[in-house]
């Protein structure tokens, strides 16, 4: 690649770092719609347990989701729906109950098995562009 003469090292090694920027940039935009998508999901199921099953909702004391709270309640950290870690191995016992939400929280298994993979690659990926960037700027 041909440089202009005039144009300084700094400028030249910043230009050499720049072409790996959307390594990261691109894993993580994939995490981010990864976790949308597991907290849409995860919406969608807390809000069928409240309007269909609410014996179940009541027993997972009262969640909301990340976006929807039933009426009257405040979506707070400690109140939200979370996945439990016992579930990667084992459905809920209240699954049976709702059979139509099998397809969902399978979804959830799925989406959360990324975000595990997905997760310490991007952080890689990150930790590799700035020793790339520091590297190129140290010359």
């Not at 700094?10 to 935009?29: E, G, N, R, V």
């Not at 179940?56 to 979506?75: D, F, M, Q, T, Y």
Request: aromatic share 16%; charged share 15%.
């Amino acid at each position: 690649m041909l440089l202009n003469k005039n144009v300084s090292r700094h400028a030249q090694a910043a230009m050499k770092s720049i072409y790996f920027l959307p390594a990261p940039a691109i894993a993580t935009l994939y995490l981010i719609v990864l976790g949308f998508s597991r907290q849409l999901t995860l919406d969608h199921i807390v809000k069928s347990l409240y309007r269909d099953h609410r014996s179940i909702w009541e027993s997972l004391h009262k969640p909301c989701g990340c976006w929807w709270s039933a009426p009257g309640r405040i979506a707070v950290p400690w109140n939200l729906f979370t996945f439990q870690w016992k579930w990667y191995k084992q459905d809920p016992e209240w699954l049976p109950q709702t059979p139509e939400l099998a397809a969902d929280f399978e979804c959830i298994r799925s989406l959360q098995r990324r975000t595990f993979w997905i997760a310490p690659i991007v952080v890689g990926l990150w930790i590799v562009f700035g020793a790339l960037n520091g590297m190129y700027d140290s010359q």
